[in-house]
C-alpha cells in the first residue's frame, strides 16, 4: 500500500512539473552513503554500492525531464585521505560505475577532478569512458572524482600560466589581460553552462567545496534524505522548488 501511495504522489507531482522550467545544468553531491550503511546495518562498502547503483536511476530520471547535463560528486580530494581499506574499495566501485555509465549508451561522460591525484587504473577508466562515450549525443555526465574547487581554480590558474607562457606573453601582460573569462576557460568545465541547481543529500547544508567558481549563481536545494535512499519523488520536489524560486543572479 505504501508503494502504490508513493506512485500515485510521484505521479502527481511529475504532472503538475513544469518542463519549460526544468534546470539544464544539475550538480548533485552524493552524500550520506556511509551513514545509510551504518542506520541499515551494512558495511561501509555496501554503502558505497548502494549510492553508485542509485545514479541510473537519477539519470534516467534526468533524461525524463530534459535535463542536459549532470555533475555527480562521487569523490573528493579530501576522500583520498581515508585510509585505505575504504578508498581503494570505494575507487572500484567508482571505477565499475564510470564503465557502466559508458557502457549504457545513453551517456556522455566527461571527468572534472585531477587525474594525477588518482591511481593509475582510475585514470585509465575515466579516460576510456571519456573518449569512448565521446560522440555521443545524450546527457552529460561530469563525474567529479578527485575533485575539489579549489583545486580546480588553482589547476584553471596554472594552466592559464602555463598557456601565457607558451605563448611568450609576460607576467605583466598576462596581469592586464586575465579576467573571469580567461579563468572560466581552464575549468575543468569549460565550455559548459554553470549549474543550475545544485542537490545535496543527507541533510548536510554546506557546498565543501564542490564547483566553487561554477556556482556563484545556482540555486540550492538540500534534501534530508541519505542519498542510497533518494527517491524519484525527492527528485521531482527539487525540481517543482527550483521552479518556483525567482533567479536574482546576485541581486
Known amino acids: 500500500m505504501r508503494d502504490l501511495v508513493y506512485r500515485l504522489y510521484a505521479r502527481r507531482v511529475e504532472g503538475r512539473l513544469d518542463h519549460a522550467q526544468v534546470p539544464k545544468h544539475i550538480g548533485v553531491i552524493l552524500d550520506g552513503n556511509r551513514r545509510w550503511a551504518r542506520a541499515d546495518g551494512r558495511t561501509t562498502e555496501q ?40 578508498l581503494m574499495p570505494l575507487l572500484a566501485i567508482i571505477e565499475n560505475t564510470v564503465r557502466g555509465l559508458a557502457a549504457d549508451g545513453r551517456w556522455r561522460v566527461h571527468h572534472v577532478g585531477n587525474l594525477d591525484l588518482l591511481p593509475g587504473r582510475t585514470q585509465q577508466v575515466l579516460k576510456e569512458a ?41 607576467f605583466e ?63 521531482l520536489r527539487a525540481l517543482r522548488d527550483y521552479a518556483a524560486r525567482h533567479r536574482r543572479y546576485g541581486y
Request: proline share 3%; glycine share 8%; with cysteine.
Open 47 to 86: 554503502g558505497h554500492q548502494a549510492g553508485a547503483d542509485k545514479i541510473s536511476e537519477l539519470l534516467g530520471w534526468c533524461a525524463e525531464t530534459d535535463v542536459e547535463v549532470v555533475t555527480l560528486w562521487m569523490l573528493s580530494t579530501d576522500n583520498l585521505d581515508r585510509p585505505a581499506e575504504e
Open 130 to 170: 571519456e573518449q569512448d562515450t565521446l560522440d555521443r549525443k545524450g546527457i552529460l555526465v561530469n563525474v567529479a572524482v578527485g575533485y575539489g574547487g579549489r583545486q580546480e581554480i588553482a589547476d584553471a590558474v596554472r594552466s592559464l600560466i602555463l598557456e601565457a607562457a607558451e605563448s611568450g606573453t609576460s
Open 173 to 235: 601582460e598576462l596581469a592586464e589581460m586575465v579576467d573571469v573569462d580567461h579563468i572560466t576557460k581552464h575549468l575543468y568545465t569549460k565550455g559548459q553552462p554553470d549549474p543550475d541547481l545544485i542537490i545535496r543529500t543527507s541533510g548536510e547544508q554546506r557546498l565543501s567545496g564542490f564547483m566553487l567558481w561554477q556556482s556563484a549563481h545556482s540555486e540550492y536545494y538540500f534534501c534530508e534524505v541519505f542519498w542510497p535512499a533518494f527517491r524519484k519523488v525527492d527528485f
